[in-house]
RNA sequence: GGUCGGUUAACCGAGUGGCUAGGUAGCGGUCUGCAAAACCGUUUACGGCGGUUCGAAUCCGCCACCGACCU
């Protein structure tokens, strides 16, 4: 018998949560959360993670199992994915994957490119050239060391440039070398799922969310981690607006303003990065029966 | 009824005769390691009708609407 990814994605409050409760009851398997802000166990609220039933009900991974002050990547996920389907797998032929960050779900689904670990002095050289010299300098040293991605990069981009220049340096070859592009070959089938709504009941929901988070003492939750606001995994949307609110830049009615605002152009990036992918087979949230039917008649196919 | 001020794109808002202000929202897009990140592109509007002018958002007249004050 075959084993089976079935991956649901779709933006940012358009309810994956509920319908991946759903399907895991149905087909009986356990959910593997790709969601590169619920792996912190301190951001509960703002990330919205599944409620206290439905995790006791299905089991779950990747949901709160690093700290914010953790490094995690696209690339480890891939790995601990791939090394955690084979239990599933040992147990039902059928595993859920789901959640909204694009690159994760690409990372597990079609691999990506075996690139060397950074050295953090490495990074922390480029990023302190980026601000002392500016984006200049790191293109005329991205010139140097690898004209071939100078060609192609977004030379507006500093954080392109960067990633580049470290594994240059790391490396000691062009960044762009490592850049294969070729799809991993994966032993489970897998079916793609993507929810969708028109924009504006979209919108509508992920306003209500978030004065829902609110409600819920989203605030106190992004104080407790003000400490930690300089951390990558605080550069998210839901806290970095209620630091600025902490630091007096904008009133709390403007923080919670932009949470939405930013929530609505996350949502229209997802849906944009998910746009090219063929393999993606589009479902009403409101139809979960037809989602059903299509992942049975895709099991027996 | 009168006097004065105003009417600019979804919103805010500058512009006094020719040279697409700007901002925000929205929309579209890029994407191989902290990606809920970072970055890029984009909407040619001047309340209505006439007039002056080679040319009007800009000047003139009338009308409509809004606001303030007067009666």
Redesign the pocket.
Known sequence: MKNILIVLLGP?GVGKTDISIDLATRFNCEIISA????FFREMRI???VPTDLQLNTINHHFIQFRQVKD??????FERDVLELLPKLFSKNNIALMTG?????IDAVCYG????PDVDPLV?EKYISKYKEEGIESLRAALKLLDPEYYSKV?L?????II?ALEICETAGRPYSS?????KRERDFTKIIIGLERN?EDL?NRINLRVDEMVKSGLEQEALQLYDFRN???L????YREYFDFFDGLISREKAIELIK??S???A??????W??NQEIKWFSPEKVEEIIEYISESIKG
């Open positions: 940012t969601d590169s802000r619920q703002g990330t919205a490094y995690y990547s696209s690339s480890l909204g960050s694009g690159m994760y990506i490119d075996d690139i990074r977004d507006k981009n500093y954080k392109r990633r490592f850049l294969i592009k070729q924009r919108y951390l990558n995994a550069n998210s949307v839901g605002r930013n609505r152009r996350y229209k990036r997802q849906i944009t990065w746009n090219k």
